[in-house]
């Protein structure tokens, strides 16, 4: 058994207290501090502030992805789990054209840098 005793939250020691009778304890609670940088850090990397990310290499290079006539109709919405990119499309045959070409699409994204991260596409009407 572990060395240290367990320790209840604030919530469940006040319940107990009020199942026993006693008093709730009602101080407030004191947490320990924690350096800004480390969380600025943390927040920066989590949400790829000031990074360039795999989804703004494919907005800069979508004519040379999709085609310039096929650009002007359909753009990327989003990445999922780091391996489906979603696209939106403004009608039904340019879709179908792109499900053709899905092939070449995702030859055309493995050029990119870490674009060959993305396994499959989905298309959405938009």
Known sequence: MADK???????????IANLRGLPEDFSP????????????DK???KYK???????DRIREKWIQIVG??????CHP???ENDNVLFIAVSNPI??????FNQ????????????????????????
């Open 103 to 126: 092939a070449i699409i995702l030859r055309n994204l493995a050029r990119i840098e870490n674009g060959n991260r993305i396994r499959r596409i989905v298309f959405r009407s938009g």
């Open 29 to 40: 609670i004191v947490r320990d501090t924690v350096n800004m940088d480390a969380v600025l």
């Open 77 to 79: 919405i989003r990445i």
């Open 49 to 55: 502030i000031g990074f360039e990310s795999l989804e």
């Open 43 to 45: 927040i920066l990397r």
């Open 68 to 73: 310039p006539a096929n650009a002007n109709h």
């Open 94 to 99: 340019i879709r179908q054209e792109l499900q």
């Open 5 to 15: 005793q367990y320790q209840f939250s604030r919530q469940a020691e006040n319940l």
